[in-house]
T-cell receptor, first 114, second 108 residues
Framework: GEEVAQTPKHLVRGEGQKAKLYCAPI?????VFWYQQVLKNEFKFLIS????????ETGMPKERFSAKCLPNSPCSLEIQATKLEDSAVYFC????????????FGNGTRLTVT | DAKTTQPTSMDCAEGRAANLPCNHS???????VYWYRQIHSQGPQYIIH???NNETNEMASLIITEDRKSSTLILPHATLRDTAVYYC?????????FGTGTRLKVLA
């Protein structure tokens, strides 16, 4: 598709429950990125993929967060045993990866942990 | 990694040019500067990017100083719909490092 599609738009989970977020990148884009926006302005990088391979995972909290990008499937970000502080908007973005290739963002998934 | 600093907020009168500054004093020679904006809580929208030369597109102009330590995004005729948070981002290889953004309010 021509847009990055993120589902669901909103997700509510009780503390300790699992949350799974999905992202379909733009067709032909080989890089996928996940960002977490907790406060209104601050974007925290989580992880990036080059095709189905993890490219950079330096931002991922290793204990409860995991992510995958499998062929012919939407990418996913999973949070096991959610905590209140995981409440945030999670954005996915994709790009060609070339030097002149901007990120194209989806509209995010708002996760609320109660 | 190079970091960016931006003013927290700015106001601009409708119809006037909005000039948004960004400092990236630790930028390296092969690192691009990108600008995005976020309207309400939507996904960030790409505006423009550059390496050394000034750039212009249908949305904005980007002026990068000769030493590349700072840049300015110019919206030539701001409208109410340009009210948003504007992010200056340094791209390091395939990492995009966000600053904290400038909240631009365009006033009628």
């Amino acid at each position: 598709g021509e847009e990055v599609a993120q589902t669901p738009k909103h997700l509510v989970r009780g503390e300790g429950q699992k949350a799974k977020l999905y992202c379909a990148p733009i067709k032909g884009h080989s890089y996928v990125f996940w960002y977490q926006q907790v406060l209104k302005n601050e974007f925290k990088f989580l992880i990036s993929f080059q095709n189905e391979n993890v490219f950079d995972e330096t931002g991922m909290p290793k204990e409860r967060f995991s992510a995958k990008c499998l062929p012919n499937s939407p990418c996913s970000l999973e949070i096991q045993a959610t905590k209140l502080e995981d409440s945030a908007v999670y954005f996915c973005a994709s790009s060609h990866g070339g030097l002149n290739s901007p990120l194209h963002f989806g509209n995010g998934t708002r996760l609320t942990v109660t | 990694d190079a970091k960016t600093t931006q003013p927290t907020s700015m106001d601009c009168a409708e119809g006037r040019a909005a000039n948004l500054p960004c400092n990236h004093s630790t930028i390296s020679g092969n690192e691009y500067v990108y600008w995005y904006r976020q309207i309400h809580s939507q996904g960030p929208q790409y505006i423009i990017h550059g390496l050394k030369n000034n750039e212009t597109n249908e949305m904005a102009s980007l002026i990068i100083t000769e030493d590349r330590k700072s840049s300015t995004l110019i919206l030539p005729h701001a409208t109410l719909r340009d009210t948003a948070v504007y992010y200056c981002i340094v791209r390091v290889a395939v990492r995009y490092i966000f600053g904290t953004g400038t909240r631009l309010k365009v006033l009628a």
